[in-house]
T-cell receptor, first 118, second 114 residues
């Protein structure tokens, strides 16, 4: 199957700093990328949907100024958590769909990034 | 928008038993229904999927059934093994604004006791 790579897998930062997480599709063109947040033992909470070259569509309740999403190319999307606070600590996962999945919408997930804000 | 309900939230079985997880969806436009398995701290992995023009699909010990009329689909795991223990997510996918958007269920934590 297609490969989606997400970095970093773990990051610890101080409160008030910004953290950038990258999501790359390694062997296909990802026309759409999704960013999820997952709390322990809970489901995937969709934060935003991004299409290459356009602004991301954020879900209700997600602060767009705090969670900056950029999808500048068909193989890379980034999520920047600005001025991070302890309540932003979570597991963030990206997923991508595109030509590799065909028109069915099959998703390919990144490995996830565990963010801990001290 | 789409709404996906998944039950049960927790399922505990003995090794060798069968496990069934059920999902319902609300939007008749959804036409692709994948199931993902997620082990602790890892990414969700696609284990089986079904499209709206098919009623049932099987892959070894795993099967999925779809009832379009009733808008529900189910995951069946037979002869469960301890390594099947994980969280399972269903999803209903529909087309919106040119992109296929998945809506996930809340997940089922499957525990298989040796």
């Amino acid at each position: 199957g297609a490969v989606v790579s997400q970095h970093p897998s773990r990051v610890i930062c101080k409160s008030g700093t910004s953290v950038k997480i990258e999501c790359r599709s390694l062997d296909f063109q990802a026309t759409t990328m999704f960013w999820y947040r997952q709390f322990p033992k809970q489901s995937l909470m969709l934060m935003a949907t991004s299409n290459e070259g356009s602004k991301a569509t954020y879900e209700q309740g997600v602060e767009k100024d705090k969670f900056l999403i950029n999808h500048a190319s068909l193989t890379l999307s980034t999520l920047t958590v600005t001025s991070a606070h302890p309540e932003d600590s979570s597991f963030y996962i990206c997923s991508a769909s595109g030509l590799a999945g065909g028109p069915s919408g099959e998703l390919f997930f990144g490995e996830g990034s565990r963010l801990t804000v001290l | 928008g789409e709404n996906v309900e998944q039950h049960p939230s927790t399922l505990s079985v003995q090794e060798g038993d069968s496990a069934v997880i059920k999902c319902t969806y609300s939007d008749s436009a959804s036409n692709y229904f994948p199931w993902y398995k997620q082990e602790l701290g890892k990414r969700p992995q696609l284990i089986i999927d079904i499209r709206s023009n098919v009623g049932e699909k099987k892959d070894q010990r795993i099967a999925v059934t779809l009832n379009k009329t009733a808008k529900h689909f189910s995951l069946h795991i037979t002869e469960t093994q301890p390594e099947d223990s994980a969280v399972y997510f269903c999803a209903a996918t529909f087309l919106s604004g040119g992109s296929y958007i998945p809506t996930f269920g809340r997940g089922t934590s499957l525990i298989v006791h040796p």
